[in-house]
């Protein structure tokens, strides 16, 4: 029944000089002057509604406390609120291994990451990468993600119908298990090694970040295919995701421009993956690559890669065992005729699904304020915006009003964008190739540390704040961030507020 239903090198100026000389980067006079000019000092308004950027369905419960992500959306009606908290408390459950007393909770791994969702979106909220260097801490909430290029031009035809570009690791499959059941060993341990790397801004101004470099160790089942590529993904924030399901496909798609016709350096393109709902190619929209067309589909995913879990839509009770490991394959699982001979049944990814749907985007937080207006009209000045559309109108959603109708602020464009080597993962998924990502919607963000715990951000959390973040972009955004980087500090600390207040 349903519910109620890469930095291999670093970023270049936009003169084309290479901003990599050992471990410092400095910015090039010409490029001060350029992102200095576009610093402006005069306050943008405060568009209507723009407080509250779920539309109708924002939500200011527990604005000030770690729940803050974790609230209904509003005009849920009192039966949505009842689904949501019976799909909240699957989407908390702790799965354990079969055969156990209990159907409905069985069926873990063999080998996983982890025994429930919430445990890797802490508080409905971002994961975390480790705090140091593995080993002295192992992340579970960091996974890295399994694949080879296709071996025969057979499997290139065949994945091309579904726009697939690449295939498993053929013993570790599509992600790294480190954790395994029983007498099932885990795949291995991800190491993460962290680099300094000192930017020097336009002021002078030193920031340090971090690149990551990720191995595996500690390998189980023999070496990996020498083809191998690895992409480390964190958990996202689960906020807003019905609202984002909800734009209208040619609202996203009319915001492409692939081949750059207007000249300003921003070529988004669309995410065309095959769904195995529709059993067609639809747009991407969730996901750091724009690699599933849905919630529901996100959902699946998760069950069967993260924690071993079969659906009707992976119905493999071992997950992402591969044939060589034997004793996961023959491990026992927890189907039952009770659950749709799956591990989860239907009804209960229907309840998942909507819970996933209806977390409340929260209302923004000193919107009207003097610098946060000013950091807006910077943030559209030195181009954010051109990535990070900031509104869209949702379309009609069945039996879920409040999500219908909605102008909401999400300021993304749910596109692909090249982000330049700095941030290359060199991993194909779909439509994205290894520069590839798509847009991260930016509400909410200022409500990370409230709510996870930190302010680890991108797709593998080396950022430690909104700063960073902006200065690992590169690729089609590398003029916004080195007109970021030439910003006054007043200016800078602007346009961090305003993106803190979404």
């Known amino acids: 029944m349903k519910p109620h239903l890469r930095f291999a090198s670093i970023v270049a100026l936009a003169t084309g000089v290479p901003l990599l000389a050992g471990l410092a980067i400095t910015l090039q006079p010409e490029a001060q002057a350029t992102s200095a000019a576009a610093s402006p000092r005069a306050a943008a308004v405060l568009e209507p509604g723009e407080e509250n950027p779920g539309g109708s369905a924002t939500t200011e ?71 140091a260097h593995w080993p002295d801490e192992i992340a579970t909430s960091l996974f890295l993600r399994l694949s080879i290029p296709p071996q ?72 990996l295919h020498p083809g191998t590529m ?75 890669g993260d924690m071993g879990l079969s659906t009707t839509l992976h119905r493999q009770g071992y997950g992402d065992c591969t044939e060589t490991q034997t004793a996961c394959r023959s491990a026992p699982d927890g189907a039952s005729d009770l659950t749709d001979d799956v591990e989860v049944s239907d009804q209960f990814l229907d309840l998942v699904t909507f819970y996933a749907q209806n977390l ?58 090249d982000m330049g080597e700095g941030l290359a993962d060199n991993r194909p998924e779909g439509s994205a190739n290894g520069t590839e990502w798509r847009t991260a919607p930016l509400w909410g963000i200022g409500l990370t540390q409230q709510v996870s715990g930190h302010e680890f951000l991108l797709h593998d959390g080396r950022a430690r704040g909104v700063e960073e973040a902006i200065l690992w972009h590169g690729g089609e955004a590398g003029a916004a961030r080195n007109a970021y980087a030439g910003l006054a500090k007043a200016d800078r600390d602007a346009l961090i507020a305003f993106v803190k207040s979404l």
């Open 152 to 223: 025969t031009e057979q499997q290139k035809r065949d994945l091309a119908e579904r726009r697939i570009n690449v295939v498993n690791e053929p013993v570790y499959g599509g992600q790294l298990q480190n954790v395994g059941l029983r007498n099932v060993p885990d795949e291995g341990q991800m190491r993460i090694d962290y680099t300094d790397l000192p930017v020097t801004l336009g002021d002078g101004t030193v920031v340090t970040l971090r690149k990551p470099t990720y191995s595996i160790v500690n390998l189980n089942y023999g070496p």
């Open 230 to 304: 690895m992409s480390p993904r964190l958990s996202p924030q689960m906020i807003g995701m019905g609202l984002l399901e909800a734009i209208p496909e040619a609202d996203i798609r009319v915001l492409a421009d692939p081949d750059d016709k207007d000249g300003n350096g921003i070529s988004g393109r669309p995410s065309d993956v095959f769904s195995l709902t529709e059993n067609k190619v639809v747009l991407g929209r969730f996901g750091w690559k724009a690699g599933n067309a849905s919630v529901r589909l996100q959902a699946a995913d998760a069950f069967s």
């Open 61 to 131: 419960r527990a604005a000030t406390t770690r729940d803050a992500f974790s609230q209904f959306s509003e005009g849920i009606g009192l039966a949505g609120e009842g689904d949501f908290k019976v799909g909240n408390a699957i989407f908390r459950k702790l799965w354990v291994s079969a055969p156990s007393s209990n159907n409905a909770s069985d069926g873990l791994g063999p080998i996983y990451n982890a025994r429930g969702c919430q445990n890797c979106h802490l508080k409905d909220g971002r994961g975390r990468p480790p705090a």
């Open 360 to 417: 409340a985007v929260p209302r923004r937080r000193g919107e009207s304020g003097a610098a946060v207006l000013a950091g807006k009209a910077t943030f559209n000045a030195i181009g954010c915006a051109g990535c990070h559309h900031p509104a869209f109108t949702t379309g009609d959603v069945p039996d879920q009003p409040h999500l219908s109708k909605q102008k909401i602020w999400p300021y993304t464009d749910m596109l692909l964008h």
